[in-house]
C-alpha cells in the first residue's frame, strides 16, 4: 500500500530556533497534503492543508506566519516551526491521499527546550 | 467540529470480539464513515470505511445501521496489539480533510 514518511522522527532544538519537517509521498503522487498537531492525551488537531504548487491554507487559529508550509512538489511537503517555544514541542502527523484511501506518517516529536 | 460520537474508553478480552460503536445522526446521503486507529506514539492507521453496506476485510468488519445513524467497528479477535485509540469519522469526497474526534481508547485486558 502507499507509504507516507516523515523526517525526523524526533527532534530537539532550543527555544528561539526554527526546525523543519518533512513529508513524503514514497509511490504516489499527492496534491494534496494535510498537516496535524497532537499533544500527549489529546486528538488530532488539523493545522493546515498543503496544496502542490499555492499557498496552504490554515486552520483557524493556527499563525501562518510561525508554522511555514511548503508544497514544492507533488512528492513532499515541509513544515518550518519558526522561533520555536516550548509550547510548540508536540507530535506532528502528516497526511496524504494515496490510491483510495489516506494514509498517514509516522510524526515527528518535537521537543523545545 | 467531530460529527460523530463514541465512548471515551472500552476494555475487551484478549481472544474476544471487540465492538466499538459509533454515532453520526447527522451523516447526510453521501457521507461514508471511516475508521481509523492510531497506536501509542504513530500516525493514524486506515482501518475500514463504508457507505450503506456493511464492510469486511482482514482487519475487522464494519456494521452500519438501515437509517446510517450509527454503527460498529468490530475486532473479531482482539489481541494486545490492538490496544488503541480507535476513531470513526465521517467525510464525502476524497479530498475532504479528515477531523477527528477525541475517538475512544480500547485496552485490551490479557
Known amino acids: 500500500g502507499a507509504v507516507v514518511s516523515q523526517h525526523p522522527s524526533w527532534v530537539i532544538c532550543k527555544s528561539g530556533t526554527s526546525v523543519k519537517i518533512e513529508c513524503r509521498s514514497l509511490?504516489?503522487?499527492?496534491?494534496?497534503m494535510f498537516w496535524y498537531r497532537q499533544f500527549p492525551k489529546q486528538s488530532l488537531m488539523l493545522m493546515a492543508t498543503?496544496?502542490?504548487?499555492?499557498?496552504?491554507?490554515?486552520e483557524q487559529g493556527v499563525e501562518k506566519d510561525k508554522f511555514l508550509i511548503n508544497h514544492a512538489s507533488l512528492t513532499l511537503s515541509t513544515l518550518t516551526v519558526t522561533s520555536a517555544h516550548p509550547e510548540d514541542s508536540s507530535f506532528y502527523i502528516c497526511?496524504?491521499?494515496?490510491?483510495?484511501?489516506?494514509?498517514f506518517g509516522p510524526g515527528t516529536r518535537l521537543t523545545v527546550t | 467540529d467531530a460529527k460523530t460520537t463514541q465512548p471515551p474508553s472500552m476494555d475487551c478480552a484478549e481472544g474476544r470480539a471487540a465492538n466499538l460503536p459509533c454515532n453520526h445522526s447527522?451523516?447526510?446521503?453521501?457521507?461514508?464513515v471511516y475508521w481509523y486507529r492510531q497506536i501509542h506514539s504513530q500516525g493514524p492507521q486506515y482501518i475500514i470505511h463504508?457507505?450503506?453496506n456493511n464492510e469486511t476485510n482482514e482487519m475487522a468488519s464494519l456494521i452500519i445501521t438501515e437509517d446510517r445513524k450509527s454503527s460498529t467497528l468490530i475486532l473479531p479477535h482482539a489481541t494486545l496489539r490492538d490496544t488503541a485509540v480507535y476513531y470513526c469519522?465521517?467525510?464525502?469526497?476524497?479530498?475532504?480533510?479528515?477531523?477527528f474526534g477525541k475517538g475512544t481508547r480500547l485496552h485490551i485486558l490479557p
Open positions: 497526511s496524504a491521499w494515496g490510491q483510495d484511501e489516506q494514509y
Open positions: 509511490d504516489f503522487q499527492a496534491t494534496t
Open positions: 498543503s496544496n502542490e504548487g499555492s499557498k496552504a491554507t490554515y
Open positions: 447527522t451523516i447526510s446521503g453521501n457521507e461514508y
Open positions: 463504508g457507505l450503506k
Open positions: 469519522i465521517v467525510r464525502t469526497n476524497r479530498d475532504d480533510k479528515i477531523i
